[in-house]
């Protein structure tokens, strides 16, 4: 991928330097920077403060710093400010930060020399990974303390070497000088400006945000597909996706949600067999299904205005002080000589380097991550529950043909799975503290509201996972479901019938025990009856009557390869963690969208 300083990147393109992609530096970007770090050189002379280049950081701005100590002062901002802690952030984060930092410092106004941006992309070419720990950022003057512990690779410290970095090929984390002798890298010094450039930007908390919502982008996704199973499984309509209705408040997110599961319901025929009558009595379905375009199509504006947001991003630069053009009117102002206008030497000091634009973004992508739990939670919820499910057993417990009870008694069917997600969902609200709104100031006061991203960046990525497992037990439901539905051969009545009162019902019946097969034979398909098994039943379906949507059938089959109908107690949670790395691969949306013959989007 070529960095070029006027072009813009997708969150897709962070994605695939992330995956290996090669990265280049521009021969006209790598002269204009160049050119520019010359003019600034030429310009910073002499006793006149500049920051950055001659006044020490944060709240020492006031002091003076000498020529011969220049150098020593970008070491010292680094390593003074490499102090984070926790365990160390995962190597896509981290790559995904390199890559930003490169394409932000290439824009031209940071100052840099082109050699900066080159090692950056040495370092990403040949896989070198420095090991950050993910903790000690307040996403304002950018991501101090992540950026410095990359920036410690980089740099040949003169107080030896004391960070640690990955490799291609060698099993954990090694010193970063022989990370970087191993692979063939230089060590350098940094010059004036040069570590308050590299530190000094939101790029850690842009790097978590750009992937968890590339991720959360996928996971709405499945919610999706998980909310087209469940609604069919659980004898729900179709019509609340219609897009004429959604035509009368058309929010973008809902109508977009909406298609996605009108086109997955299509061509059901369990909903076909239901769709003439009312089954279950119900005059409208619960809010999990019948307004689940309006719900998860909030979540996929929040999911859009995240993207916008973190696109807007990459085409920024984000560090302080700024090189911009001089002006006539910069000229006088500053009392410099004329012949600097229209160089790149004028230095203004501004705010670019806070979070709050990544910090908004990212926490409505967590807003969305906690109400795609909930939503998956309640109809979990529904599932183990024989009063709502529609003439399933409890826990959806499977049971013996014909016969007059499952094994209730030393049984419990999928009942804990439904715990879990109401687990996971709790640990997933617990991280949805906004952390934007609650500052703590910094640096003696001068930095008295940050942005607290890199905190919800971090809390963001780590509770995907457990979305991701909510959706896969939701998933494993609904392939319980079908094969329930199929092995009933029948749907629910929404009349309860008493039997003892109905000779005729109840004569039905004893045959029935008796005599089942016999009796599936005899044109009883339009009798109202009560299958001994516990189901109540309106009318028998035959086998293809009661299957899902062709791509809904096709995820079954994978669903079942993985996590096949519980027809006795087993363990589970090997299946369910397997299901679910499924689900964060994207295998579950590329299996519908290959069945469906296009992609949701």
Not at 148 to 166: C, K, N, Q, Y
Not at 191 to 214: H, I, M, P, Q, R
Not at 445 to 463: F, I, K, N, P
Request: proline fraction near 4%; charge should be negative; charged fraction near 20%.
């Amino acid at each position: 991928m070529l960095i070029h300083h006027d072009q813009k990147y997708s969150l897709e393109d962070v994605l695939a330097v992330v995956l290996g992609e090669e990265v280049e530096l521009a021969p006209e970007t790598k002269q204009m920077l160049a050119e520019r770090r010359a003019q600034i050189e030429a310009f910073v002379t002499g006793d006149k403060p500049y920051y950055g280049f001659n006044r020490g950081f944060g709240h020492n701005v006031d002091q003076a710093v000498e020529v011969e100590l220049i150098e020593e002062l970008q070491e010292n901002l680094i390593r003074s400010h490499a102090c984070g802690v926790g365990e160390y952030a995962p190597k896509e984060v981290i790559r995904a930060t390199m890559f930003l930092r490169a394409v932000s410092l290439a824009r031209g106004h940071s100052g840099v020399r082109p050699l900066i941006v080159e090692k950056l992309i040495e370092m990403l070419n040949k896989g070198v990974t420095p090991c950050v720990p993910r903790h000690g950022s307040v996403g304002a003057s950018g991501d101090l303390a992540p950026l410095s512990h990359i920036a410690m690779v980089l740099i040949e410290p003169s107080g030896g070497d004391e960070e640690f970095a990955w490799i291609p090929g060698v099993e954990g984390a090694i010193p970063a000088g022989e990370a970087m002798a191993a692979v063939g890298i230089s060590r350098i010094k940094l010059e004036a400006k040069e570590g308050l450039a590299f530190n000094n930007g939101t790029t850690y908390s842009t790097a978590l945000g750009v992937l968890s919502t590339l991720l959360g982008e996928r996971l709405l996704k499945t919610a999706s597909i998980a909310t087209a199973m469940s609604a069919q499984v659980l004898l729900g309509a179709d019509t609340p996706y219609r897009a004429d209705l959604h035509d009368l408040r058309p929010h973008p997110g809902a109508k977009t949600v909406a298609r996605w599961l009108t086109a997955m319901m299509a061509d059901s025929p369990i909903r076909n067999a239901h769709k003439d009558h009312e089954d279950d009595g119900e005059v409208q379905d619960p809010y999990s299904i019948r307004c689940a375009g309006q719900i998860l199509g909030a979540c996929h504006d929040q999911l859009s205005f995240a993207r916008k947001t973190l696109e807007t991003e990459l085409a920024s630069v984000t560090d302080n002080p700024l090189i911009l053009k001089m002006t006539a009117a910069d000229a006088v102002d500053q009392g410099v000589d004329s012949r600097w206008v229209g160089q790149y030497v004028n230095i203004v000091s501004g705010g670019h380097f806070h979070g709050m634009p990544v910090a908004f973004a990212m926490f409505g992508v967590m807003q969305a991550v906690a109400v795609m739990a909930r939503l998956s939670n309640m109809r979990c919820a529904r599932y183990v529950d024989g009063r709502r499910n529609k003439g399933m057993n409890e826990d959806l417990k499977w049971f013996d043909e014909w016969q007059d009870r499952p094994l209730d008694a030393i049984s419990s069917g999928m009942m804990i799975p439904e715990y879990v997600t109401a687990s996971l969902t709790n640990v997933i609200w617990g991280a949805s503290m906004p952390s934007h709104l609650m500052s703590i100031s910094t640096d003696a006061g001068q930095e008295d509201h940050v942005s607290m991203s890199a905190g919800l960046g971090v809390r963001l990525w780590e509770t995907l996972p457990r979305l991701a497992e909510i959706l896969a037990i939701e998933l494993a439901f609904t392939n319980q479901a079908a094969a329930i539905r199929a092995r009933s051969g029948a749907l629910p009545s929404k009349i309860a019938l008493d039997v003892e009162a109905n000779e005729q019902v109840a004569e039905l019946k004893q045959k029935l025990e008796a005599k089942a097969q016999e009796l599936l034979n005899e044109n009883l398909q339009n009798e109202r009856f009560e299958v001994s098994c516990g189901l109540a039943v309106s009318h028998l379906i035959d086998e293809d009557g009661l299957r899902l949507s062709p791509c809904c059938e096709a995820l079954k089959e994978r669903i079942s390869s993985i996590f096949p109908p519980v027809t006795v107690d087993r363990y589970m949670s090997r299946q369910i963690r397997q299901l679910a790395e499924l689900v964060m691969s994207g295998d579950i949306v590329k299996t519908v969208e290959t069945a469906l013959g296009r992609g949701l989007g």
